[in-house]
């Protein structure tokens, strides 16, 4: 046990030895670390606040089917009961021909003369879908359309959809490619900074390899810089995160309070936590990747 913790108290103060003496270069990579860092965390919010605003824009956008007055009351509730169990479909509500004349005449009522000229309601009943996933309205309006015996037409905003659709799919693979860019360019900073260290104690890490230390022993400073490195400079992200959500959230919030943007404490403090994972799994990576490929043990 002693043994041990001999060791881990050497990994531990070597490698915090290695840090001071490449100060410069260990602070260029916790600075390097967090400016991406807060990107990434700032493209993440933009992202996710993006893909709200595409999903409340998707509820909106509603399919309405009108019912043919022939129609059997049964047909219709059963079609209606099988709607309510597909995926993406928020409601199903059935609308009276009622309730569509009460509607008009609300929303048109400088016009009311219109219907009180005819001798009966010419308005059809008709079943509205909200929506929670707008991809797949296309493919129920076609269904709905080829049901001529209940449904007389259909109307669905498709040009709207299709744009949701497309902007959803950009974002997310916007997404995914700076995701990757950031990443890749915090593991290269990282692993210079542990090559650099490594190529400053080459010599004290041959001798140790003469000696016969293990593998862990000798690479272990150089993960413990590389996980260090990443840890401050998310930790520093992560508090930036955090005090540009307190300045800035109430007047975004002020100015664009019409948008469904997640600026809520819980997302910001999720984000913070996640990025202080990612900087801590990213220094690591970083630093094994180096020592395993390049330093012979």
Do not use: C, H
């Not at 597909?86 to 003369?113: H, N, W």
């Amino acid at each position: 046990m002693t043994a041990k913790l001999n060791v881990l108290r050497y990994i531990l103060g070597a490698a915090m030895l290695g840090l001071w003496r490449n100060r410069t270069m260990t602070l260029g990579a916790v600075v390097t670390t967090a400016v991406m860092l807060v990107t990434l965390a700032a493209f993440l919010a933009i992202n996710d606040t993006l893909n709200e605003m595409v999903t409340a824009l998707g509820r909106k956008s509603n399919l309405i089917a009108y019912v043919r007055d022939d129609a059997r009351p049964s047909r219709v509730t059963a079609v209606m009961q099988d709607l309510e169990q597909r995926p993406g479909v928020g409601e199903v509500v059935f609308v009276t021909k009622e309730d569509a004349l009460r509607v008009f005449q609300e929303r048109f009522f400088d016009q009311r003369d219109v219907i009180d000229i005819l001798q009966a309601n010419p308005l059809p009943a008709s079943v509205e879908l909200r929506m929670d996933d707008p991809a797949v309205l296309p493919g129920l309006a076609d269904e709905l359309r080829g049901m001529t015996e209940i449904f007389e037409s259909v109307a669905v905003p498709l040009d709207v959809v299709e744009r949701l659709i497309s902007i959803s799919n950009v974002s997310r693979a916007a997404g995914t490619a700076m995701i990757i860019a950031l990443t890749a360019v915090a593991l290269f900073v990282i692993a210079n900074t542990i090559r650099i260290a490594v190529y400053a104690r080459r010599q004290e890490i041959e001798i140790m390899k003469l000696v016969g230390a293990t593998d862990w022993f000798v690479r272990g400073p150089f993960l413990i810089e590389g996980a260090f490195i990443g840890l401050v400079g998310a930790t520093i992200a992560a508090i930036a995160l955090v005090v540009l959500y307190l300045q800035a959230a109430p007047t975004v919030t002020r100015i664009i309070s019409f948008l469904p943007i997640a600026t809520d404490v819980s997302f910001v403090r999720n984000l913070a936590v996640f990025i202080v994972l990612v900087g801590l799994v990213v220094g690591s990576i970083g630093s094994y990747v180096y020592v395993r490929r390049y330093l012979a043990v």
